[in-house]
């Protein structure tokens, strides 16, 4: 089969979009795609369920009561084997027992 050059022109483009709607799709997925950490010992440990508009930073300083915020969001990313601050709505959070607004 003999193409015009303009039909390899058209092949290639073709064929660049398909990709590249392919790969845009793949994108896609992935960042919907839901991750769980699952940690060992939770057992007992009180919980939050994240909302929309909800950041560690925030949950920590309500919990904490006065407290430096900053402390409890690393206890609680440790606690919940996360590797940054980033938290999803309807995911839940574990928090430590001793925390001010716990007792």
């Known amino acids: 089969m003999r193409l015009t050059r303009r039909g390899r ?3 290639v483009v073709v064929v660049a979009l398909l990709s ?3 790969f845009w799709l793949g994108t896609r997925a992935a960042g ?3 991750v769980r950490v699952v940690v060992a010992g939770h057992a007992g440990l009180p919980w939050v369920e994240v909302h ?3 950041t560690l930073w925030e949950i920590a300083d309500a919990l904490s009561e006065g407290d430096d915020p900053g402390v ?5 990313k440790r606690l919940n084997g996360l590797s940054d601050s980033l938290i999803r709505p309807g ?3 574990y928090v430590p027992k ?3 607004a716990l007792r």
């Open 98 to 100: 001793d925390t001010a």
């Open 9 to 11: 022109v058209v092949l």
């Open 52 to 54: 929309k508009g909800d």
């Open 20 to 22: 590249l709607g392919g």
């Open 91 to 93: 995911a839940r959070i």
């Open 32 to 34: 919907h795609a839901e």
């Open 72 to 76: 409890l969001v690393e206890e609680i």
